[in-house]
Each structure stands twice: as C-alpha cells, then as structure tokens.
C-alpha cells in the first residue's frame, strides 16, 4: 500500500498547481493524506480526483473545509495506527502540539503540517511526520511530501524536489 503524505498547499495563493514529483506520486496512490491548509475548496477536489483522501482542517482554510474537515482523526490501515491532526495552536513547538492532540490514544504514527517544516522522528515511542510542503517551502532549500508504504512492515520518506 503506497500512502502520499501532504499538507499545506496553500494554493491558490503559494501556487497556481501541483508540482511534477507530487502529481507522479498521486497518481500511482492508494490513499492520500492531507495534515491542513488546503486553503480553497478546489484544491481539495483537486486532490479527491487522484483518489481516496483523507484530511484534516489546518488554520488557513476557507470556512467551507472548516465546516466539513475535522480537526484531528485517526485512521487503521494494515493495523497501523494513524492520527492526524494540522499542529496549528498558542505556545509549544508544533511537534509537540501533535503529540499532545494525541495523548490519550493508541497511534504508531502522528501526520501533521503547520510548520512546512519536513520531520520524522520518535517522541514517546510514536512516529511523529511532517511531509513539509509542496509548494510553500519558506527558507527551506527542497519541496517535499511524504510516503508511507506498509507492506509486511512500513517505512516512511520524505521526498525532496525543487
């Protein structure tokens, strides 16, 4: 099972569409994960059409995917554990906002967004990720998103591109 990790798009604002190494990996996808800040209800629909996604609100977004996205979720694909949550909020680093929205479940991995930062490290025995951006990459020198692929056993990466 091949999983595309994306968050904050922002677009049409960053971008005006997806870049190459993204729409490859989208298109040869079996789920689509979405950490917030899509921005518009187009761009969401804009991801529906490469297939199954899955998706959080992030702070950003227009009132019509705050109205139907909620703010965190978890999902169980091939027994693995999956919480999701944007990372948006007051105080902390945003890695520990994830964690902390996830305190009192049993996830092996927590996807989030916000920072546009790519991350991928154990906190508390849980995989926390941040896939970066795609299109809003900051002071950062590289795009990115990420891939889950859960076989026999799973490994997640970062994809870099510019």
């Known amino acids: ?18 870049p190459e190494p993204l729409r490859n990996d989208l298109m040869d996808s079996d789920l689509i994960i979405h950490g917030g800040d899509f921005q518009t209800f187009d761009v969401y629909e804009e991801f529906k059409k490469y297939g199954e996604l899955i998706a959080v609100v992030g702070n950003v977004d227009r009132v019509e995917l705050k109205s139907m996205l909620p703010k965190r979720r978890i999902i169980e694909k091939k027994g693995l554990k999956i ?18 929205a996830f305190e009192d479940e049993d996830v092996d991995i927590i996807i989030f967004g916000h920072s546009h930062i790519p991350f991928s490290r154990f906190m508390k025995g849980i995989l926390l990720f941040n896939p970066g951006s795609p299109t809003d990459k900051r002071k950062l020198p590289y795009y990115s998103h990420g891939i889950l692929t859960i076989k026999k056993t799973w490994k997640i990466e970062h994809i870099f591109y510019q």
Request: aromatic letters at 0%; zero cysteines.
């Open 1 to 18: 099972m091949k999983i595309v990790i994306v968050s904050d798009t922002h677009m049409p604002r960053k971008e005006r569409g997806l």
């Open 83 to 100: 919480g999701i949550v944007h990372g948006d909020g007051k105080g902390k680093t945003t890695e520990k906002r994830a964690l902390e």
